[in-house]
């Protein structure tokens, strides 16, 4: 980061543009409230969506995370709100105050229940990614050894989703399993809340280019990640985030395309995690662990790198955060 | 009284008064107990029963059995709230005093939710917000026995609120839930008086009898009505055979508890809380399966299995009113406007923790 410098202009539109964050881990783990939250409203971000459980807990530990970070989001209900809505997103920005939405990275949080699909939505969950890595009851994840589909769980599930209002997310699911899910919804929109492109770097956790453009055809959209190694990139520089972004928009154009950037604060953690964790986390094309996560300052950098290249000001703002906007009004109930 | 739909109702309506069924079929009628565990849930007999009894409101207990842990409270939740979503033209889950008029005013029963025990909080006082958000209205902390909040009503000893349960009253206060001290210790109930009268909240008993007229340990003492009636908080008349003494429930001994509630704490102060079940055999095996929370009743073993107030009996109890020379507006207050004013009060929003 820092080697971009950011003109007026793409400053100017950053803090005048609805920024929109799709992903950021927060787990009891991860959580850090007045550590993180502050810093990506300073730099412009109006909404983050976070994700309130991963693999690592079941429905018990998950909705305790949600009421310890309900909890913390009320007790700062001067700078901060859980919003439900598109129009509450806008309310809060309007306000100055920072948006927060919750996800889910794991489907197991269900614990076999449909019911659990509109509770979960009910306490501000409005995506939830299939499976994570390794393969659940729903499906395959990613960086499973096998590559099978939805299982008939898995089915009920997408349809309930799509029932209640909440964005179906392909992010960490095995590639057959999303083109599945999206066959499923039968040209409802689904997404990939934080994924960067396998054509520009081959890595498992990125997604292929027909999956991108069954996304965007759902009117989905893909928010890209900003974890170096998924970008082959042990800095995450903005130019490399760049370049998975100017990928899917030459693919798809820029109605498809967003930001996830699932910055962790806790590095190092993390990558502990994922050591203890070697059968979600095989081996990647090249070795980057350890590698540093997107700084909320390289929002700007990106304004600008889109500015640079071209972009106009109207494609600039509908991916920095107009795009999920508009997916949040069409989907969200 | 045996079961059946609308004949029934129509039996007790031609023995009353008519002046009593005038009253009763324009009052608004609200019970705020009804146990709705998984084995008492029947959403297509019994509570269109109650509807057609003339029944408005019903606080549906949706836990099942005292010391469900967080994951099955919340499973059984999204079980209730997607039967009744699903029943959208009959019934609705009301969270505001406005939901539950407008339910009313459409012809529809109105469902609240509650919990029996504090044991859905997995010891999380956050909790409270995230059941507030899911449409818990009113809860109790201890039921019979002692847990981690609190002592129950049938416990050896007699001990006040822990430091944890101090903290989950206050914070019921600020969020908005009913406090309740129904099947809890006496001392705990007290000092939940004091915690509600602290912080502007009603303090309600929702389903319990009169200890100065039948000394069962699930009744309550004068003390106690007074502690809640001095909060705004009120006392539910309970139907419970066991707690009358009544082996079939009769309304003539509903009648006695709910008069000297009123006697002691006013007609401001008094509704119902009938706490009917559908499968009282299953109840009374269960009583007996948890002997350590069900001591004897006075008098000692072996217990008699009694029956539960049905729900046409609530005509029958406004008859009882009416001819004992209540006011119109006492019978009113009783059969529902005292619950519908304590909860607007409980309810109404409040600003950030503490």
Same mark, same amino acid.
């Given at each position: 980061?820092?080697?971009?410098?950011?003109?007026?202009?793409?400053?100017?539109?950053?803090?005048?543009?609805?920024?929109?964050?799709?992903?950021?881990?927060?787990?009891?783990?991860?959580?850090?409230?007045?550590?993180?939250?502050?810093?990506?409203?300073?730099?412009?971000?109006?909404?983050?969506?976070?994700?309130?459980?991963?693999?690592?807990?079941?429905?018990?530990?998950?909705?305790?995370?949600?009421?310890?970070?309900?909890?913390?989001?009320?007790?700062?209900?001067?700078?901060?709100?859980?919003?439900?809505?598109?129009?509450?997103?806008?309310?809060?920005?309007?306000?100055?105050?920072?948006?927060?939405?919750?996800?889910?990275?794991?489907?197991?949080?269900?614990?076999?229940?449909?019911?659990?699909?509109?509770?979960?939505?009910?306490?501000?969950?409005?995506? !939830?990614?299939?499976?994570?890595?390794?393969?659940?009851?729903?499906?395959?994840?990613?960086?499973?050894?096998?590559?099978?589909?939805?299982?008939?769980?898995?089915?009920?599930?997408?349809?309930?989703?799509?029932?209640?209002?909440?964005?179906?997310?392909?992010?960490?699911?095995?590639?057959?399993?999303? !083109?599945?899910?999206?066959?499923?919804?039968?040209?409802?929109?689904?997404?990939?809340?934080?994924?960067?492109?396998?054509?520009?770097?081959?890595?498992?956790?990125?997604?292929?280019?027909?999956?991108?453009?069954?996304?965007?055809?759902?009117?989905?959209?893909?928010?890209?990640?900003?974890?170096?190694?998924?970008?082959?990139?042990?800095?995450?520089?903005?130019?490399?985030?760049?370049?998975?972004?100017?990928? !899917?928009?030459?693919?798809?154009?820029?109605?498809?395309?967003?930001?996830?950037?699932?910055?962790?604060?806790?590095?190092?953690?993390?990558?502990?995690?994922?050591?203890?964790?070697?059968?979600?986390?095989?081996?990647?094309?090249?070795?980057?662990?350890?590698?540093?996560?997107?700084?909320?300052?390289?929002?700007?950098?990106?304004?600008?790198?889109?500015?640079?290249?071209?972009?106009?000001?109207?494609?600039?703002?509908?991916?920095?955060?107009?795009?999920?906007?508009?997916?949040?009004?069409?989907?969200?109930? | $009284?045996?079961?059946? %739909?609308?004949?029934?109702?129509?039996?007790?309506?031609?023995?009353?008064?008519?002046?009593?069924?005038?009253?009763?079929?324009?009052?608004?009628?609200?019970?705020?107990? $009804?146990?709705?565990?998984?084995?008492?849930?029947?959403?297509?007999?019994?509570?269109?029963?109650?509807?057609?009894?003339?029944?408005?409101?019903? %606080?549906?207990?949706?836990?099942? $059995?005292?010391?469900?842990?967080?994951?099955?409270?919340?499973?059984?939740?999204?079980?209730?709230?997607?039967?009744?979503?699903?029943?959208?033209?009959?019934?609705?889950?009301?969270?505001?005093?406005?939901?539950?008029?407008?339910?009313?005013?459409?012809?529809?029963?109105?469902?609240?939710?509650?919990?029996?025990?504090?044991?859905?909080?997995?010891?999380?006082?956050?909790?409270?917000?995230?059941?507030?958000?899911?449409?818990?209205?009113?809860?109790?902390?201890?039921?019979?026995?002692?847990?981690?909040?609190?002592?129950?009503?049938?416990?050896?000893?007699?001990?006040?609120?822990?430091?944890?349960?101090?903290?989950?009253?206050?914070?019921?206060?600020?969020?908005?839930?009913?406090?309740?001290?129904?099947?809890?210790?006496?001392?705990?109930?007290?000092?939940?008086?004091?915690?509600?009268?602290?912080?502007?909240?009603?303090?309600?008993?929702?389903?319990?009898?009169?200890?100065?007229?039948?000394?069962?340990?699930?009744?309550?003492?004068?003390?106690?009505?007074?502690?809640?009636?001095?909060?705004?908080?009120?006392?539910?008349?309970?139907?419970?055979?066991?707690?009358?003494?009544?082996?079939?429930?009769?309304?003539?001994?509903?009648?006695?508890?709910?008069?000297?509630?009123? %006697?002691?704490?006013?007609?401001?102060?008094?509704?119902?809380?009938?706490?009917?079940?559908?499968?009282?055999?299953?109840?009374?095996?269960?009583?007996?399966?948890?002997?350590?929370?069900?001591?004897?009743?006075?008098?000692?073993?072996?217990?008699?299995?009694?029956?539960?107030?049905?729900?046409?009996?609530?005509?029958?109890?406004?008859?009882?009113?009416?001819?004992?020379?209540?006011?119109?507006?006492?019978?009113?207050?009783?059969?529902?406007?005292?619950?519908?004013?304590?909860?607007?009060?409980?309810?109404?929003?409040?600003?950030?923790?503490?």
């Amino acid at each position: 980061m820092s080697e971009i410098t950011v003109s007026d202009a793409a400053r100017a539109l950053t803090r005048d543009a609805l920024v929109w964050d799709n992903t950021m881990p927060w787990g009891p783990e991860y959580a850090d409230t007045d550590g993180i939250l502050p810093r990506f409203h300073a730099n412009g971000v109006d909404l983050i969506s976070l994700t309130v459980m991963g693999p690592e807990a079941g429905l018990d530990g998950t909705v305790r995370q949600i009421a310890r970070v309900r909890a913390a989001i009320t007790a700062r209900a001067d700078r901060m709100v859980l919003c439900g809505s598109a129009d509450a997103i806008e309310a809060a920005r309007a306000a100055g105050r920072l948006g927060l939405v919750f996800n889910l990275q794991e489907t197991n949080m269900l614990e076999g229940r449909l019911d659990m699909v509109q509770l979960y939505y009910d306490l501000g969950v409005r995506h !939830m990614l299939l499976a994570y890595n390794a393969r659940n009851a729903v499906g395959d994840g990613c960086a499973e050894r096998t590559d099978g589909g939805l299982s008939r769980w898995g089915i009920q599930v997408i349809e309930e989703m799509a029932r209640v209002g909440m964005w179906v997310d392909g992010t960490h699911t095995g590639y057959r399993t999303t !083109m599945e899910a999206m066959e499923a919804l039968g040209g409802r929109p689904f997404i990939f809340s934080h994924c960067n492109a396998h054509a520009v770097y081959p890595h498992y956790r990125n997604i292929r280019d027909d999956q991108i453009k069954a996304c965007a055809a759902s009117g989905g959209v893909i928010g890209l990640n900003g974890l170096g190694e998924f970008l082959d990139d042990d800095r995450a520089t903005s130019g490399s985030i760049f370049h998975h972004l100017d990928h !899917m928009v030459q693919l798809v154009g820029p109605r498809h395309v967003g930001l996830g950037l699932d910055y962790v604060q806790d590095a190092p953690r993390f990558w502990r995690w994922v050591a203890d964790n070697a059968h979600m986390w095989p081996a990647a094309p090249s070795d980057r662990a350890g590698s540093a996560f997107a700084q909320p300052e390289q929002v700007a950098e990106l304004t600008e790198l889109m500015l640079r290249a071209g972009y106009g000001e109207a494609v600039v703002r509908d991916i920095l955060g107009g795009n999920w906007l508009r997916l949040a009004r069409q989907v969200w109930k | $009284m045996g079961r059946g %739909s609308g004949e029934l109702y129509e039996r007790v309506r031609e023995a009353a008064d008519p002046r009593a069924v005038a009253l009763y079929e324009d009052a608004l009628v609200w019970d705020m107990t $009804m146990p709705f565990a998984q084995h008492y849930a029947e959403y297509d007999r019994t509570l269109p029963r109650f509807h057609a009894a003339g029944v408005d409101v019903i %606080s549906l207990t949706i836990q099942n $059995m005292p010391g469900a842990d967080l994951r099955t409270a919340t499973l059984y939740i999204a079980h209730v709230r997607a039967e009744i979503a699903r029943r959208a033209d009959r019934m609705a889950l009301c969270t505001t005093m406005p939901e539950v008029l407008a339910a009313k005013a459409a012809g529809r029963l109105a469902l609240l939710l509650n919990h029996q025990d504090g044991s859905p909080l997995g010891g999380m006082t956050e909790m409270v917000e995230v059941y507030h958000a899911l449409g818990i209205r009113a809860a109790l902390l201890a039921y019979n026995a002692k847990n981690g909040l609190a002592d129950g009503c049938a416990e050896r000893t007699d001990e006040g609120l822990t430091r944890l349960g101090e903290r989950v009253v206050r914070e019921m206060c600020r969020v908005g839930v009913l406090v309740d001290g129904t099947h809890m210790g006496r001392r705990s109930t007290l000092e939940m008086a004091a915690l509600c009268a602290e912080a502007g909240r009603p303090f309600v008993f929702t389903h319990s009898n009169a200890h100065a007229v039948y000394p069962h340990y699930r009744n309550i003492t004068d003390e106690q009505i007074r502690a809640a009636a001095g909060t705004g908080g009120m006392v539910g008349v309970n139907g419970l055979g066991e707690f009358l003494p009544d082996v079939d429930a009769g309304t003539d001994a509903i009648f006695r508890h709910l008069d000297h509630i009123v %006697s002691v704490a006013g007609p401001r102060h008094a509704g119902l809380g009938l706490d009917y079940l559908r499968d009282e055999v299953h109840f009374w095996a269960n009583v007996r399966a948890t002997a350590s929370a069900w001591p004897d009743p006075p008098g000692g073993g072996p217990r008699v299995d009694t029956r539960f107030a049905q729900p046409e009996q609530v005509l029958e109890l406004t008859d009882r009113m009416v001819c004992a020379g209540w006011p119109d507006d006492a019978v009113r207050d009783v059969l529902g406007r005292n619950w519908a004013r304590v909860c607007e009060a409980a309810w109404a929003p409040r600003g950030k923790p503490a």
